[in-house]
């Protein structure tokens, strides 16, 4: 088992910035692939960004590239997602999730096998 926590989120307006924390406890968090994933009112889940088990690996939607920044500190079981210039549609609450492996679907929420109880954010226009 992996018990995932996010933390980081919160009210900000359009054009700034948060940073979103995920910290891992259980299994060896170095072992799992990591995922964010966003869900806004009445809208399926969606991949945002993923890293690999080392952090030499980094995918993307197309929706965020460019503004958010995933990454990973395995000495401290913590994946972080740092999202700039952010705008309304990015309101959702967002999920942190684990993943055994890294498939061509990394995209797909049914890849992953942990997930985090999710975080707020809201960007006012």
């Known amino acids: 088992q992996v018990q995932l926590v996010e933390s980081g989120g919160g009210l900000v307006l359009a054009g700034g910035s948060l940073r979103l924390s995920c910290a891992a406890s259980g299994r060896t968090f170095s072992n799992y692939v990591m995922g964010w994933f966003r869900q806004a009112p009445e809208k399926d889940r969606e991949f945002v960004a993923s890293?690999?088990?080392?952090?030499?690996?980094?995918y993307y939607a197309d929706s965020v590239k460019g503004r958010f920044t995933i990454s990973r500190d395995n000495a401290k079981n913590t994946v972080y997602l740092q999202m700039n210039t952010l705008k309304p549609e990015d309101t959702a609450v967002y999920y942190c999730?684990?993943?055994?492996?890294?498939?061509?679907?990394?995209?797909?929420?049914?890849?992953?096998?942990?997930w985090g109880q999710g975080t707020q954010v809201t960007v006012s226009s």
């Open positions: 890293i690999s088990w080392s952090g030499a690996g980094t």
């Open positions: 999730a684990a993943a055994r492996q890294l498939t061509s679907t990394y995209y797909r929420p049914d890849q992953y096998n942990y």
